[in-house]
Every structure is written in structure tokens, then in C-alpha cells.
Nanobody
Framework: QVQLVESGGGLVQAGGSLRLSCAAS????????MGWFRQAPGKEREFVAA?????????DYADSMKGRFTISRDNAKNTVYLQMNSLKPEDTAVYYC?????????????????????WGQGTQVTVSS
């Protein structure tokens, strides 16, 4: 099982940017689909973005993140990133990195947490108004 460690969270003003990183260790990173989820206080964990790298790199995003967030991966560094721009107070949450060995044909299949096998401990993102 892969171990995941997130970093890069913090406090930022509305309109600002943050880049989250998730370092993976353990088995071959390139075999994993990677995703980001978030959970705000009192709310369920929700899908943010996913990236797969089967024959080519494919990504998918939750509608509210499209155009503002960018997921990417560097297989040489065993790391997945989440670049977050134009942050809003409603983006405040704990952000979790997740990994899956299940091979679905597109990144869009990874929109639910039950399709992931390994999780990081989370990193807090707070956006002030």
C-alpha cells in the first residue's frame, strides 16, 4: 500500500493561490490513479480532482473547481500537485490526497472516495474573506 503525505496548506486571502503537494512512497507511483478530495466542517468529503497516467495523462475536476484548480503529477518525483487559484472562502477545508490501483478508463470515474484505497492525513486550507 502506498503512503501519502500532503503539504502546502495554509491561510490565504480570497483571490489568492496555494499549491498543495502529495508525496507518495511505497509501490510504483505511476500505477496509481491520484485524486484530491476535501472536507469542510460539518460537510461530507467531496471530490476535487483526479489524474490518471495510463497511455496519456488525463484529468477531471469537480464543476466548481474547473478553471481555478489544476491537478498534475510528476512520476519521477512520486508527487501529485494541486494548484489552486482564485481561492474563495468556500474553498476552506481539509484537503486529502488519495491513491487508487483500480484502472478505470478515464479520470472521471474517480469522483467518489470509495474508488480510492490509500489516503493521506490531510492538509488544512483556510481562505479568509
Amino acid at each position: 500500500q502506498v503512503q501519502l503525505v500532503e503539504s502546502g496548506g495554509g491561510l490565504v486571502q480570497a483571490g489568492g493561490s496555494l499549491r498543495l503537494s502529495c508525496a507518495a512512497s511505497g509501490r510504483t507511483f505511476s500505477n496509481y490513479a491520484m485524486g484530491w478530495f476535501r472536507q469542510a466542517p460539518g460537510k461530507e468529503r467531496e471530490f476535487v480532482a483526479a489524474v490518471i497516467n495510463w497511455s496519456s495523462i488525463r484529468t477531471d475536476y469537480a464543476d466548481s473547481m474547473k478553471g481555478r484548480f489544476t491537478i498534475s503529477r510528476d512520476n519521477a518525483k512520486n508527487t501529485v500537485y494541486l494548484q489552486m487559484n482564485s481561492l474563495k472562502p468556500e474553498d476552506t477545508a481539509v484537503y486529502y490526497c488519495a491513491a487508487s490501483l483500480r484502472r478505470f478508463p478515464s479520470a472521471g470515474y474517480y469522483y467518489t472516495s470509495d474508488r480510492f484505497d490509500s489516503w493521506g492525513q490531510g492538509t488544512q486550507v483556510t481562505v479568509s474573506s
